[in-house]
């Protein structure tokens, strides 16, 4: 037969407490990540003058 329905189990305005409170801090962590490679990205491409960048280009065979 089936089980009857709990007494103790009632509803609340709270939301439960559980696993997604660690969420937040691994979202941060991972925004963290991608800004410090952006930042990599950003100033290994600031390092080429544009004559070096346009030859990087040429070089590559995306010309087309």
Same mark, same amino acid.
């Given at each position: 037969?089936?089980?009857? !329905?709990?007494?103790? $189990?009632?509803?609340? $305005?709270?939301? $439960?407490?559980? #696993?997604?409170?660690?969420?937040? $801090?691994? =979202?941060?962590? =991972?925004? #963290?990540? %991608?800004?410090?490679?952006? !930042? #990599? !990205?950003?100033? #290994? ?8 960048? %346009?030859?990087? %280009? =040429?070089?590559?065979?995306? !010309?087309?």
């Amino acid at each position: 037969m089936n089980d009857g !329905v709990s007494t103790t $189990a009632t509803l609340t $305005a709270q939301p $439960a407490q559980g #696993a997604h409170a660690e969420r937040p $801090a691994a =979202l941060w962590i =991972l925004a #963290a990540a %991608f800004a410090v490679i952006a !930042v #990599a !990205v950003l100033v #290994a491409d600031r390092s080429l003058t544009p004559e070096q960048r %346009f030859a990087v %280009f =040429l070089q590559s065979g995306m !010309v087309p």
